[in-house]
């Protein structure tokens, strides 16, 4: 990305308190340039991000240049009202010839809605993903509200079938079983991040995760990898698609968000669900890492 400076109509954000927001967005700057930056907050954490913010618009006049930053309020409470602020902003409407997507403190759901309204938009998706140097040691994330289906990319769920689970898990046990217990299916696939990093060997779900009566397959995928695990778990969800209802969710590194979207437009029998928390922590990443960057072809939606 650096080699060739790339220009891009529009950087749609979610601001956020981690460090790494900011100091990527500044890092995301000096490597390409935008016409405008979308920056969403969300309402209930508004004071949390307030100093970030206020950073975003000091940085955007340290470019200058033409950049314009446009920030808009959503709420984890309302999704329809925020499907259609970014259909508003993202979709059709907004003749956006090419985007830039920053995964790095966006909600899962947010990151698939956008794709979705920008490939209606015909928009040329790329992403990057800013990881941090460390995340904290003792909880994330925690109270995980209900499992919802993402709008448009919920599937087709046939009520005669049996369902069938697939997650990519992360650190945070509760919202797992959440998402079994909500959604009782008779198969459950976990997909935990394979190596060291952040400790992933011991932090995250896997193996011991149990849950009565219900088998469980586990595997290994590389978020971080080229494809973000797409490969693996393209088997899982080709051969169960064929007999159960197939439900999608990523609690592990983002880049898994852009694998689980590819997957459903190949698949659009399947939905992608969204669990998100009622608290998060306020020193949830420290510091910042390398950046990931991709890009999604435009032939990768079926609509």
Partial sequence: MTADRKTFDTIVTVCSWEPRFLLGMRRTLRECSAKTILAYFLGEYGDRTKEARE?????????????????????FATPTAAWELLRRDVGPESAFGNALVDLTTM???????????????????????????SY????????????????KLAGLLDVGRPTALGAVTGFDENRCRQAVEFYEPTRVVLAAQGGRQYENNVRNVGPKFAADGIPIEHTLVNAYGEDHGHGVLRGFVEKLAKSHNVILCSFGPKPSAIALYRLQREFPQCALAYIGCKEYNREYSAGLGPPLWGRLARQEDSE
């Avoid at 950073?55 to 709420?75: A, C, D, F, N, W």
């Avoid at 003792?138 to 995980?144: F, I, Q």
């Fill in 55 to 75: 950073g975003l618009r000091e940085l955007v006049r340290e470019q200058r240049s033409s950049l314009v930053l446009k920030e808009r309020e959503m709420t």
């Fill in 107 to 133: 909600p899962r759901e947010i990151i698939w809605s956008t794709l979705f309204w920008l490939g209606a938009a015909g928009a040329e998706r790329h992403y990057v993903y800013n990881r941090p140097e």
């Fill in 136 to 151: 904290a040691k003792d909880w994330l994330a925690r109270d995980p509200n209900d499992p919802r289906l993402v709008y």
